[in-house]
């Protein structure tokens, strides 16, 4: 059986360790469609994983990568045959199932999305599971009655994966997007992506009252903590706040105020086990709402798996905008 490469965590004496391992199939979590992978990206939480910084690995050694895209190589499963090409984000793949750092991947075929026509398997991978996550934020704010006519959106983390992609498809949807970001330099940035707004979180009053002036008619939150908390006290009455992410921190110290006086809805946003339904309505959206050149704008980085360390201790120190691929074969 023939070897290929692949990035593997590995319990270390002091938390983990991540290096590049010549691997078999035999050494892969079992599943039935075996994929070439052509390429991954790297999310905020791979960068966790691979730095050790957050325990995201549930076994060891574990094939870190939480998205892959590539070609079906063989397929127990009747529904995919060799030569279709796919794509494959959350599922626990670079948790507790070997991910899509590695030259092949092997998956369960219930995991399995087609690749969208309108896409190609590079640029699935430039929106990963950050991409797919803004549009499931953006999915289930509209399921839940949000409208563009109803006033600003404001995008927290906005120059991360989640947060870039955010304001790409909400500004593409037709909404006013007021983009937060902690970083200097990446408005000019942000306003190519389509926000009419930039706001610098060392500027904002966060406020301490359990209701503070209603400003936003919706919100899309990558950071947790005092900015969640903040959009749930200045959100307008009826507005959607979508939890996504923990950039900043797990907390949320806020009152019922906002959902009972002004009924407020806070969205949770799960990527990992969406169900394939909405799975596959969520890439439809964002197949119809992404134009060929955001891609190009939104992808700033791409590396070989050995470079994939260092990309993500980048990624981990807030260097980075937008969202960095991981080249496998690197077919279309
Ligand atoms: N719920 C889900 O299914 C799901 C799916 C995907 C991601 N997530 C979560 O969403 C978040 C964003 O993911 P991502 O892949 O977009 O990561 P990312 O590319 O690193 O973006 C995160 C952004 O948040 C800001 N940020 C980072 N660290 C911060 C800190 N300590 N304090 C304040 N702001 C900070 C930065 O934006 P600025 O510099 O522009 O301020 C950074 O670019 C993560 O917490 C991730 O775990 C959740």
């Given at each position: 059986m023939s070897s290929f490469k692949a990035l593997r965590i590995h319990e270390a004496e002091q938390g983990t360790t991540a290096r590049i391992d010549d691997v078999t199939l035999d050494d892969l979590s079992e599943g039935a469609v075996e994929i070439r992978t052509a390429w991954s990206g790297i999310n905020f939480k791979d960068a966790l994983a691979v730095t050790g910084k957050g325990k995201i690995a549930r076994k060891f050694p574990l094939v870190a990568g939480i998205d892959a895209s590539g070609t079906v190589e063989a397929s127990e499963d009747p529904r995919y045959k060799p030569g279709q090409k796919v794509v494959v984000t959350g599922w626990g793949m670079g948790e507790n199932h070997d991910g899509g750092y590695a030259e092949r991947t092997r998956v369960r075929g219930d995991w399995v999305v087609p690749l969208p026509d309108e896409l190609d398997l590079r640029r699935a991978m430039i929106v990963g599971t950050a991409g797919f996550t803004a549009a499931m934020a953006l999915v289930r704010m509209e399921q839940n009655?949000?409208?563009?006519?109803q006033g600003p959106v404001v995008i927290t983390g906005a120059s991360g994966g989640v947060g870039s992609f955010a304001t790409r498809l909400f500004s593409r949807a037709g909404y006013a997007v007021t983009a937060m970001t902690?970083?200097?330099?990446?408005a000019d940035y942000l306003r190519g992506l389509g926000a009419s707004d930039i706001l610098d979180p060392a500027q904002?009053?966060?406020?301490?009252?359990?209701?503070?002036?209603?400003?936003?008619?919706g919100a899309v939150d990558a950071l947790g903590g005092e900015p969640l908390t903040w959009l749930t006290r200045t959100t307008r009455p009826f507005g959607n706040v979508a939890a996504i992410g923990l950039a900043q921190g797990i907390e949320l110290n806020t009152t019922v105020m906002p959902f009972i006086l002004r009924g407020v809805n806070l969205l949770g946003i799960e990527?990992?086990?969406?169900?394939m339904t909405l799975r596959l309505k969520i890439w439809e959206r964002l197949a119809e709402l992404l134009h060929a050149e955001d891609f190009d704008a939104i992808c700033t980085g791409e590396s070989g798996l050995d470079d994939v360390p260092r990309a993500c201790a980048e990624l981990m120190d807030r260097k980075v905008r937008g969202r960095t691929l991981v080249r496998l074969s690197g077919e279309q």
């Open positions: 009655g949000q409208r563009p006519d902690g970083k200097a330099d990446a904002v009053d966060f406020g301490k009252r359990p209701l503070e002036k209603a400003e936003w008619a990527s990992v086990y969406c169900p």
